[in-house]
């Protein structure tokens, strides 16, 4: 294989059928000659079947940790995160692969519709990872923080738009068909935390005003799907 121009980082905890549903849908969709698909499981798990598949030792040290580990990996000039069990559907192939950051629409359960990646913290969804196609240049300085368990997203999103500014991200046509769910409000302890790591990730780039007030209006939106449902 020659120089490989896109590297999928796809981090696996969960069933195995899950894992070769995701690497049947990049074999299915990814039209590239040259990619890679760099697995970080929690767990041993056996890939053989695939092509192009780079299975990193098994361990369990949470999600980021694991995509730190598979960043430090990766071979390609361009990075696409697809965890265990996302489904890649629509051509991916060497038009997306320039100096922009490409986003795709997620489907992620409990939604009806595809909704463009970058829209969906005004849903009141956290950030996503899936479906950003980046060159790897814009992530030479990145790292996922782990003190921060189910935020960590949004500092991946508020990175990228500090080092590849929003004029440099473009729409694509790829659809990402995710189990994840699209937010988890039942559960005040979860909304609290999330709340507080948000609140602080956006201090850290934009002070500690704005994120006071980003951490009231999630709060907020929390409060008024509570009042929606009972109402």
């Not at 590239?32 to 780079?54: R, W």
């Not at 100096?99 to 005004?122: I, S, T």
Request: hydrophobic share 40%; with cysteine.
């Amino acid at each position: 294989m020659g120089m490989v121009s896109l590297s999928f980082v796809t981090i696996h905890c969960g069933l195995e059928s899950d894992l070769y549903d995701t690497l049947r849908s990049i074999e299915a969709h990814c039209g590239l000659d040259n990619y890679e698909v760099i697995v970080k499981s929690c767990s041993p798990v056996s890939i053989g079947g695939f092509h192009n598949v780079q299975l990193l030792e098994f361990g369990d040290d949470g999600i980021y940790d694991a995509m730190n580990k598979a960043l430090d990996n990766i071979n390609g000039t361009h990075v696409m995160f697809l965890n265990s069990g996302d489904k890649l559907m629509g051509l991916l192939d060497d038009r997306y692969l320039t100096e922009f950051v490409y986003y795709g629409r997620v489907k992620l359960e409990g939604l009806k519709k595809y909704v463009r990646a970058k829209y969906f913290p005004l849903l009141g969804i956290m950030p996503n990872h899936q479906s950003y196609i980046v060159p790897i240049k814009y992530l030479a300085q990145f790292k996922y923080p782990l003190e921060w368990e189910t935020a960590s997203d949004c500092y991946f999103k508020l990175f990228l738009n500090k080092t590849a500014i929003l004029r440099q991200y473009k729409e694509c046509l790829i659809l990402i068909n995710s189990p994840g769910k699209s937010g988890d409000f039942s559960d005040i302890k979860v909304v609290k935390t999330r709340a507080e790591e948000m609140s602080q990730i956006i201090g850290t780039f934009y002070g500690k005003k704005w994120g006071g007030f980003i951490k009231l209006i999630y709060l907020g939106y929390y409060n008024l799907k509570r009042f929606v449902r009972f109402v």
